[in-house]
């Protein structure tokens, strides 16, 4: 037997507790996006107190590994115990690590720590995504995708910015303080105001399953994360680590298929569109990294930005994508359509970023602007409608296992992005410099392609004539591969089957999810007896 209930407001319209619930996974969220940008501008003066230069990489890499792995468990302890427990405990785990990292005294408890934090931010996402998932029907969720586009686009453009001013003024150590009290507001909020349904699962968790999906990703990520810097990508280190992720995966999607309560019910890739989605997912995380690491560096180095304004020189991107997000999750929720934005969308994003690859010494700020805008416009449209669809394609049961899942395809595009657009971005810089610039070209990208404003400075004319031209060249080769892989997107969004969303458009009688006192929000409860 299944009992429903729904707790409505007699005042009608939006519950203003369903806002204050909104504003703290707002909170969580960028919680989760921030850290990275944050840390990033203040990584030269943390080396340069704690030591541990050559193991620099691993405050990175140790966060993101931590994060990918624990994703989809995070989502699949959701559906068994219940989302809001679990939730809270991701956000409790992030502020811990966040806390130790900020008393660090040495580069390898920093490093430990970190990990400790991605751990926990592995649920950060995936709860947000899930718990609007229980909220809020599909039909009426497009009205929220400004709302998180916005914070997406504003931890791009101010983590640098707020970086930069919290290490200047304050020490590095507050790079991660400054998430205790944005993370305490959070939890205050969700323990006080959101009511979700809770659970007891049966059965035991998969720990087989969650071991090899783990190994499996840590492989993929250390594969993309190693391959072309710490070691060649034909080096046996890189070969075993393929071997083992391969064989890890394929013992994962064998066991999932036995296993009682897997982690990852092979299920949900039934449907066409869940599956589709994934696909476009990982592939606006490839792109969107990767252009948020190549344009700010082609700007510095070719058009001489300063790299103080690194995050504002990704404005006309990531403003266009917000507006185009807000757009569409206005349309879709009034309308009930969305096949029209992935199709439109991907398409944008191939042709943006082609024209990215045109981008030359002699391109101005304005062209590039409007090209960066053209894949924003082509993100936007593409950037939570693939949450939205892939939500609506399982039941609620799989609705962590589902926004995990599509949170992970993104997270592993974003790795591969970054890993496959650099190495041939470093390959053709270093070739070209060669050509123009001889035995010197050759020295200076000797131990890297990608050089700071200073070392930029003192090189002589000559050499940094060639070091721009080998830029430009470097880009044009990562952005034209981003404009093939965007035409892949494009070949799955047009084979989308648009399926009508669950839940009614917005209507003046429509049950909200407020409680009667306006006090409480509630989740529609389900509960099998």
């Not at 950060?124 to 586009?149: F, H, N, S, T």
């Not at 082609?298 to 757009?327: H, K, R, W």
Request: charged residues 10%.
């Amino acid at each position: 037997m299944v009992a429903t209930e729904t707790v409505t407001d007699e005042a009608g319209g939006r519950p203003r507790s369903v806002r204050v619930v909104l504003f703290a996974l707002m909170i969580a969220m960028m919680l989760a996006m921030l850290d990275n940008m944050i840390i990033g501008t203040a990584m030269p003066t943390i080396v340069g107190e704690l030591g541990g230069l050559e193991h620099l990489s691993w405050v990175v890499t140790a966060y993101t590994l931590a994060t990918a792995a624990s994703t989809p468990l995070w989502g699949k302890l959701g559906d068994m115990y219940g989302r809001k427990g679990i939730f809270m405990s991701s956000i409790v785990l992030f502020l811990i690590g966040s806390a130790l990292s900020g008393m660090a005294q040495d580069m390898g408890q920093l490093i430990g720590f970190r990990a400790v934090q991605g751990l926990g931010a592995g649920g950060l996402m995936v709860g947000v995504m899930a718990i609007i998932g229980d909220l809020i029907p599909p039909r009426e969720r497009g009205k929220y995708q400004g709302m998180m586009a916005g914070v997406m686009a504003l931890a791009m453009i101010g983590g640098p910015l707020v970086g930069g001013t919290i290490t200047d003024h304050w020490g590095w150590r507050w790079a991660f303080y400054i998430n205790l009290p944005l993370g305490i507001v959070a939890l205050l909020a969700i323990s006080a105001v959101l009511h979700l349904p809770k659970k007891r699962a049966q059965t035991q968790i998969d720990y087989l399953g969650a071991g090899l999906l783990t190994v499996g990703i840590t492989a993929i990520v250390l594969v993309t994360t190693w391959g072309g810097t710490e070691y060649a990508w034909t080096s046996a280190r890189i070969m075993e680590l393929i071997g083992i992720g391969v064989a890890a995966l394929v013992g994962f999607v064998f066991w999932q298929t036995k296993a009682a309560e897997p982690v990852l019910p092979l299920h949900i890739f039934r449907s066409r569109n869940f599956t589709l989605m994934s696909i476009i997912g990982f592939i606006v995380g490839f792109v969107m990294f990767g252009a948020t690491l190549f344009l700010p560096l082609y700007q510095q180095s070719v058009q001489g930005a300063s790299a103080t304004n690194s995050g504002l020189l990704l404005l006309p991107m990531l403003g266009a994508m917000l507006v185009t997000s807000m757009v569409a999750g206005r349309v879709t929720t009034n309308t009930g359509r969305y096949y029209v934005f992935p199709v439109v969308g991907s398409a944008l994003m191939a042709v943006g970023l082609y024209l990215l690859s045109t981008m030359d010494t002699g391109t101005s700020r304005l062209t590039s602007g409007v090209f960066m805008a053209v894949v924003g416009l082509g993100m936007g449209c593409l950037m939570q409608i693939t949450m939205l669809v892939a939500q609506n394609s399982v039941e609620m049961k799989d609705m962590g296992v589902a926004s995990s899942s599509t949170t992970l395809f993104r997270t592993l595009g974003s790795s591969f992005g970054v890993a496959i657009m650099g190495a041939l971005f470093n390959h053709r810089v270093q070739d070209v410099m060669a050509d123009r610039a001889g035995a010197l070209g050759s020295k200076v990208t000797e131990q890297s392609a990608q050089l700071d404003a200073a070392s930029l400075a003192k090189l002589p004319e000559a050499a940094r004539e060639a070091y721009q031209h080998a830029v430009s060249a470097g880009t044009h080769s990562a952005f034209l591969l981003g404009a093939v892989v965007a035409v892949i997107a494009l070949v799955a969004a047009v084979f989308v089957k648009e399926v009508p969303l669950k839940g009614a458009g917005p209507k003046e009688d429509s049950p909200s999810e407020d409680s009667p006192g306006g006090t409480a929000v509630r989740a529609p409860a389900t509960e099998t007896v």
